[in-house]
């Protein structure tokens, strides 16, 4: 049986569609007499040649008429295949749309991709696809160029000493929506089989609901905290609450203009330490209002700027009173500051008096010496405590961690009252400690430094008398830049060459002084260092701060063991 493809091709080139016929021409064509002998092989071989195509062409047909049959299967299996698949991708979008996450990837260079989960057009405001993702979550200036290198460092994480994870905590973690819904941010990696990163997954999560409810039981727990830290800050609280009492009492314009910024900031982060954020608020505003009036001339105006706002401030101090009142009892505000000691110690203090004095050896001096020794004075460690307190209270606010020790020292002993306004404008070195000194954990850790800022605190009298006494404070953190701070002063047309580093950084003690460019609720004013130079001068003492960029700052007060009063307080 011969191929119906040999069949087509003797008919198109020999016009003969019957092999045998065709194979009874050859042979008749072999025996024509003197053929030549190469003409008599071919045509006699022209039968065998003939066999051999039929078979290959039968051969070919056969293997044809499989592989259409394999192709015909094939094409059913995938085409089942792909239902499948399709089942399965529809399901997926299902779920991933019946989370209400907002899902989309960006590569290396920050661009996302067209595959997104349809809640990225409520949650992320818009189709991310081909967008940069800085642009996607509505970054400019200089946080969208920070986040475009940290994507570069984070596909090239196993290159570094720092896992993807605590590079994405670097990250924007929260989207700013137009509709005022908290919306939270994640991220994952996409890895390769050799452990590359291919792509990011960012996941955006509606958290408003949380996050009102966080609010809520922030709300409650603040409440909570701020009677324990009133509780347990008597003296300070007492003489917070004296003090905005008196600023603003006659209006506020009968202190002298620089007294009155330096209390107005002091008060400010007061109020906030004991969780009054209204009062604080109120005071930035007046802080801002009292910055942006003339020198000369600024009482008027700023008698009104109080008047306009005597509601408020009378709300926020009657507030502040009645929980003074709720904690202590009525006029708490009227009774001195209390000291608490043991029985047993004041006795021991009545029983060695009555000695010295059956001796002899009790002058008038020696006897007061020894009450105020005994009886009328505290530990200054003892008095630090409300300024560590500010300390771990502004850390954890600002996200740092911190370590707090105290190095052997002597047990220098004072009068609390006298020194009350000194200790509590240490709240303002609190707010530079961990506003300037403390780095980020993660950036302390590729610096060799342990993740806690480690802060040293240390009394000793000074000059081997009991006079006068030495506070130091030591961090070992970012430290002071002289250069910064030299840039500044030639801003503000101050002289600079020629002076030492060592000099140059005292400047941060100058009034309105600030490396910052532009001041929030917290910190910028240039008044907080100032506040602690006028304390310090008033109980005539001084101050010194010593620092090496990059390893840490050191705040040295030296300060007399006060028996009285001295003239010019408040």
């Not at 019946?98 to 189709?127: P, R, V």
């Not at 009677?227 to 314009?253: K, P």
Request: net charge negative.
């Amino acid at each position: 049986m011969y191929a119906k493809r040999l069949s087509r091709l003797l008919k198109r080139h020999f016009g003969m569609e019957d092999p045998e016929t065709a194979l009874a021409a050859v042979k008749a064509a072999a025996a024509t007499p003197g053929l030549p002998p190469e003409a008599q092989k071919v045509l006699s071989s022209l039968g065998e040649l003939l066999a051999g195509v039929n078979g290959a062409l039968t051969e070919n047909d056969d293997q044809l008429k499989m592989a259409m049959r394999n192709l015909s299967l094939s094409s059913a299996e995938l085409t089942t295949a792909n239902a499948e698949l399709e089942r399965l991708n529809i399901a997926n979008r299902a779920m991933l749309e019946s989370l209400g996450q907002a899902l989309l990837f960006f590569d290396n260079q920050g661009i996302c991709g067209g595959t997104y989960s349809q809640a990225c057009l409520a949650l992320l405001e818009g189709d991310p696809s081909g967008r940069h993702v800085a642009d996607v979550l509505k970054l400019d200036g200089v946080a969208r160029n920070d986040f475009a290198a940290l994507i570069e460092v984070m596909f090239c994480h196993t290159m570094t000493a720092h896992s993807f994870e605590e590079l994405a905590a670097l990250a924007p973690q929260q989207y700013v929506h137009s509709l005022g819904l908290t919306v939270a941010l994640a991220y994952r990696a996409m890895y390769a089989a050799d452990g590359s990163v291919t792509g990011i997954l960012l996941v955006a999560t509606d958290v408003s609901q949380r996050a009102r409810a966080d609010a809520e039981l922030k709300a409650k727990e603040e409440q909570v905290l701020r009677t324990l830290r009133i509780a347990s800050n008597r003296g300070s609280y007492v003489h917070f609450y004296r003090t905005i009492h008196a600023v603003f009492s006659d209006g506020g314009t009968t202190r002298d203009r620089g007294v009155l910024k330096r209390d107005l900031h002091t008060l400010k982060s007061m109020a906030a330490f004991f969780y009054l954020h209204d009062l604080a608020e109120l005071l930035h505003e007046l802080e801002d209002q009292l910055g942006a009036l003339p020198a000369q001339g600024w009482e008027p105006a700023f008698a009104k700027i109080c008047a306009a706002a005597r509601a408020r401030l009378d709300r926020s101090i009657d507030y502040a009173r009645w929980l003074g009142r709720e904690i202590w009892g009525g006029a708490f505000e009227s009774v001195e500051d209390l000291i608490c000691m043991d029985s047993t110690h004041l006795l021991r203090f009545g029983k060695e008096l009555r000695r010295v004095m059956e001796e002899g050896g009790a002058s008038p001096e020696s006897a007061e010496r020894m009450f105020f020794e005994s009886v009328a004075s505290l530990p200054v460690q003892d008095l630090l405590t409300f300024f560590e307190t500010q300390l771990s209270h502004f850390a954890e606010a600002a996200g740092r961690k911190i370590s707090i020790h105290h190095d052997p020292g002597d047990e220098v002993r004072v009068f609390p009252d006298f020194y009350r306004e000194f200790f509590d404008s240490l709240t303002h070195i609190a707010r530079n400690i961990v506003d300037h000194a403390a780095e980020p954990p993660l950036q302390r850790r590729t610096r060799g430094k342990p993740p806690e800022l480690q802060i040293h605190i240390r009394t000793n009298y000074e000059g081997g008398t009991r006079n006068m006494f030495r506070l130091t404070i030591a961090d070992d953190g970012k430290g002071i830049s002289h250069r910064a701070i030299s840039d500044r002063l030639r801003e503000k047309g101050k002289p600079v060459d020629g002076k030492a580093p060592s000099e140059i950084i005292q400047h941060i003690f100058d009034e309105d002084f600030s490396t910052r460019d532009g001041a929030d609720l917290h910190s910028g004013r240039g008044i907080g260092m100032n506040v602690i130079k006028a304390e310090v001068q008033k109980l005539g003492g001084n101050l010194l701060i010593e620092s090496n960029e990059g390893e840490g700052t050191i705040l040295t007060v030296k300060l007399p063991v006060l028996w009285e009063r001295r003239s010019g307080r408040r």
